[in-house]
């Protein structure tokens, strides 16, 4: 299964240079890699959270941002590998683990 | 009565913490079970635990919180893959396999670990909120301010926020890539030590050495205003799009290549240390200055981290404008557990939190504990020899006279701790006033690294008369310096050692009443005891302390370079027989190393290359 995903993946990774095709041409720089000129680098954060918002996996500010067709598409793509679900008394084992030889430093950020 | 189950997972440090009515009642790191330091798997050791303590099953609990919002996660690592594409293909072919597999389907993949018993909604919480929530809720304040710090949740890596009665707010934020814990694990990882747990080791080096590199820190790497925000210049970084942490430019910058794991450490390790570590602290001071002046509390609660560089946070507390510091004793991600299912009770129950003067984590005393009887019945199965002790006074009185004869004493008590730091449940016990105790201890108990210190726990009606630190420090999260009284003066010889290349040589040196916890600057992480957190570990030092006049002894975690802290009887046995350790102490059974007769035939260096070094 894994040869498939990454199949997919390869094949929707040119949607990403198309993002960052678009970012550079509406200026837009989401991690600030350029340093901003201002007297403070703190951001305000959004809206407090409500009740609702909990029970989300999402907030109400990335709803708003995703707009990219490569969330969608990997999303989508998603939904041909969820995970069964379990059968009375099955013992749990996690649908997928990390792949070996990606060190710690970088597995923690993704 | 309404449970809650937290959970953090995937990442590091997968625990999970069980919360009854607002009552902290459980909590627990998956590693303890799994015996795998920083266990990132789902923790269903830590959640059978957690209800068997309450003596549930899944069934009856009434909400489950997630410690982040995984698809807000997933936006992060979509524009970061984007902004650095084609150069971080390779991180995003071995990233996102699991994304698509397992963390996109979060709900359906608890639903999997709880066999769909739990019938309830899941609960994901904002990864920071989560920080806060463990910070300010367990707190003994009505109001803080609440400033988290760590390497990244979803988006935030550094918090600053308030909580009062039961809310907590985040105001503002900074962003990845622009961490102060990325930048400590930059380093962490430049000199050689493995990221996630080496911090602690590049905190314990920094004293060994000169900060002159700070300046070309701050002018290249990372850009400080005075209200603490900061930015950081990415090209010296290559974590966005890397499988490392620092770019070539970084290498250039320091002039070299990355240390080599376990190779000798030179005085440019050290210095390097010392400078991240004043920059870590300065932007510390700065953040804790500017949240003040935004809230004008007199209390501050921290978690996240980058609060467990308890350097950092007994300068805030030395030099900050708060009155009163509490952190969160599992400040990294294992209390994010803890904070989501706080959260729940408070924010989405609308909860009342009330505050009694005291702090509600109990002493971070949440984890299994064991009767008596299951030991002997365990002692007994592997044929170990021990003596009984019915009469606590007989008991405390033999282990302190063991501890004034300079011997090492594992000592496992009623409920596991709860975070990185063993306070007095799982714990290595020695006499801080020996001089070969830490060479002692690092080399035949800990088998690890020479220069590393050792942390003094202390009689909390003591502690002003050893350490600058008058306040209580009960989850050792506070460095203080050793009172100059208590400092021996260097002679010429020993000054010219302290410059020595051979850390060993530094260590040996004698530089105060209390040499085993005494560190190179003459500061000391400190852990207060009192009874009603510490109870039998508490009439120890109080034994010790009639016996010797002295009130301070080394505590250290319960394991080996590597092992997490032992969690059952079997775990410390089994440590008991691998290492040096004189005697050990299982509730109210005593067995000594030369009573043993398992003690020769027992394969210590099995036992050693079991666990990975870290």
Redesign the interface.
């Known amino acids: 299964m894994n040869v498939i995903v990454k199949f997919i993946l390869i094949l929707l990774y040119p949607l990403l240079l198309v993002a960052r095709l678009k970012n550079a041409i509406l200026r837009r720089d989401p991690l600030r890699l350029c340093e901003p000129r201002a007297e403070s680098f703190w951001l305000t954060r959004g809206e407090e959270p409500n009740t609702a918002s909990y029970f989300s996996e999402s907030s109400p500010q990335t709803d708003e941002q995703r707009d990219g067709l490569i969330r969608i598409a990997l999303r989508g793509a998603a939904h041909c590998f969820a995970p069964p679900r379990p059968a009375p008394g099955e013992k749990y084992s996690a649908a997928a683990d990390r792949e070996k030889g990606i060190p710690d430093e970088v597995y923690t950020l993704w | 009565m309404t449970r809650i189950l937290g959970i953090s997972a995937f990442?590091?440090d997968s625990a999970a913490a069980l919360v009854t009515d607002g009552h902290i009642v459980a909590a627990a790191q998956e590693e303890r079970f799994t015996r795998k330091k920083?266990d990132?798997?789902?923790p269903?050791n830590a959640i059978q635990y957690c209800l068997s303590e309450a003596g549930i099953s899944a069934a009856h609990l009434d909400y489950v919180?997630f410690y982040d919002?995984?698809?807000?996660k997933?936006?992060r690592?979509?524009?970061?893959?984007?902004?650095?594409?084609?150069a971080g293909?390779k991180?995003?072919?071995?990233?996102?396999?699991?994304?698509?597999?397992?963390k996109?389907?979060?709900?359906?993949?608890m639903?999997?670990?709880?066999?769909?018993q739990y019938r309830g909604?899941?609960?994901?919480?904002?990864h920071h909120?989560s920080h806060a929530a463990s910070a300010f809720f367990p707190s003994p304040f009505e109001e803080a301010a609440i400033l988290t710090l760590d390497?990244?949740g979803?988006w935030?890596t550094t918090?600053?926020g308030w909580g009062r009665g039961n809310r907590v707010?985040?105001?503002?934020?900074?962003?990845?890539?622009?961490s102060l814990g990325?930048l400590y694990?930059a380093f962490t990882?430049y000199t050689g030590f493995?990221?996630?747990s080496g911090e602690y080791k590049l905190m314990g080096l920094a004293p060994y050495g000169e900060p002159r590199f700070a300046d070309l820190i701050r002018r290249h790497l990372i850009?400080i205003?005075n209200?603490g925000?900061?930015?950081m210049?990415?090209s010296y970084f290559n974590?966005?799009q890397?499988?490392?942490?620092t770019s070539d430019k970084f290498h250039r910058l320091f002039g070299g290549q990355p240390r080599s794991p376990e190779s000798m450490l030179t005085q440019r390790e050290m210095d390097l240390a010392a400078s991240v570590q004043l920059v870590c602290e300065e932007t510390m001071l700065k953040c804790a200055w500017?949240l003040h002046n935004l809230t004008k509390m007199k209390n501050l609660v921290m978690a996240g981290g980058v609060a467990l560089n308890c350097v950092g946070n007994g300068r805030i507390l030395r030099e900050g404008p708060f009155e009163n510091l509490w952190i969160q004793p599992a400040a990294g991600d294992a209390g994010g557990a803890l904070g989501v299912a706080l959260?729940?009770w408070h924010?989405?129950l609308s909860q009342p939190r009330s505050v009694n003067g005291s702090d509600s984590q109990l002493g971070s005393l949440l984890g299994p504990h064991f009767s008596d009887e299951e030991m002997r019945r365990f002692l007994d199965t592997v044929g170990a020899r021990y003596h009984t002790f019915t009469n606590e006074n007989e008991l405390l009185d033999r282990v302190a006279d063991l501890l004034a004869s300079e011997k090492v004493v594992g000592w496992l008590h009623g409920r596991m701790e709860f975070g990185p730091r063993a306070l007095g449940a799982r714990s290595i016990l020695g006499d801080a006033r020996s001089e070969k105790m830490q060479q002692v201890m690092n080399l035949k108990i800990k088998f690890r690294e020479s220069f590393r210190p050792f942390a003094p726990c202390v009689l909390q009606d003591n502690v002003a008369e050893y350490f600058e630190l008058d306040g209580e420090s009960p989850y050792m999260l506070l460095v203080a310096p050793v009172l100059e009284r208590h400092r021996t003066v260097l002679t010429e010889e020993q000054k010219q050692e302290m410059t020595d290349p051979d850390l060993r040589k530094r260590v040996n040196i004698k530089r105060s009443t209390i040499p085993a916890v005494t560190h190179v600057d003459y500061s000391a992480r400190v852990q207060t005891v009192d009874e009603a957190r510490h109870g039998r570990f508490y009439r120890l030092m109080k034994r010790f302390k009639e016996k010797t006049g002295c009130p301070v002894i080394v505590n250290t975690s319960f394991n080996i370079r590597g092992e997490p802290i032992v969690c059952t009887p079997q775990d410390a046995y089994q440590c008991f027989l691998g290492t040096h350790m004189d005697a050990l102490v299982l509730g109210n059974q005593l067995l000594l190393k030369s009573e043993q007769p398992n003690a020769r035939g027992f394969d210590a260096e099995g036992y050693k290359a079991s666990f990975k070094h870290d």
Request: net charge negative.
């Open positions: 990442y590091h920083h990132h798997h789902f269903v919180g919002k995984p698809l807000v997933f936006d690592l979509i524009e970061t893959y984007s902004a650095f594409a084609p293909f991180a995003y072919l071995k990233a996102l396999p699991l994304w698509l597999k397992s996109l389907h979060l709900p359906q993949e639903d999997r670990a709880f066999a769909g909604r899941f609960v994901f919480s904002d909120e390497g990244v979803e935030s918090t600053l707010k985040l105001t503002h934020e900074i962003r990845f890539p622009h990325l694990s990882y493995r990221v996630n850009h205003r209200d925000s900061f930015w210049d990415m974590y966005c890397g499988m490392i942490m500017h959260l729940i924010h989405v």
